[in-house]
């Protein structure tokens, strides 16, 4: 498969919001945030984003192919929420999403969080069927999404070792 995924580092702030950017121009029914909110972003608000460590990049052949995050929800300080994954169309189906939850489960792990969530909206079935094939479950709770709100996304859930 030849990908490697690695936390991206500050001086590679632009690289997330350009791979970003396109993860919500290519496919804007799968994230909750939208291209034209994220499109008024400052740099020193992607500078910040990128600064937590928790950004990675798969890369293959030198090129960027997939892109996730991880945060801790307020609240939740036992759980670490995946975010914002994204792998590029000429590198689907190749394993790379499975690769970037690996790199993310660990990471989440390792600050001591027991659990990995991660919302999937409604329709979603590509991803939806990638997370249970990870083993994570759903778990009932059923949010809005807020990019549209006539839709739902779900909560899964992972215990982490
Ligand atoms: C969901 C997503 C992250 C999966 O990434 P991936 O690296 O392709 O994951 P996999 O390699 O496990 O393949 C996932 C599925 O795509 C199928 N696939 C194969 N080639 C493909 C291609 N060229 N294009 C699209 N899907 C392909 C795989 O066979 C697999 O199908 P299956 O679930 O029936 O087995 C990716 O499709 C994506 O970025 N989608 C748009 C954004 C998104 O939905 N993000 C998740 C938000 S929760």
């Given at each position: ?5 690695s936390a ?45 460590g928790?950004?990675f ?105």
């Open positions: 498969m030849g990908v490697t995924v991206a580092a500050v001086a590679e702030w632009r690289t997330v919001r350009q791979v970003r950017l396109r993860a919500l121009a290519a496919d804007p029914a799968a994230f909750g945030s939208t291209l034209a909110r994220e499109l008024a972003f400052d740099d020193d608000l992607w500078r910040e984003r990128v600064a937590t928790r950004t990049l798969a890369r293959r052949d030198g090129a960027v192919v997939g892109i996730a995050s991880f945060y801790a929800e307020p609240g939740r300080e036992d759980e670490r929420q995946l975010v914002g994954m994204w792998v590029a169309p000429e590198a689907r189906g190749s394993g790379v999403a499975a690769a970037l939850v690996g790199v993310v489960r660990r990471a989440a792990a390792a600050e001591g969080a027991t659990r990995l969530t991660l919302f999937v909206a409604e329709g979603n079935e590509p991803a939806r069927r990638l997370y249970e094939r990870l083993g994570f479950q759903p778990t009932g709770e059923v949010l809005e999404l807020t990019s549209d709100p006539c839709r739902g996304q779900e909560r899964y859930a992972l215990a982490l070792a």
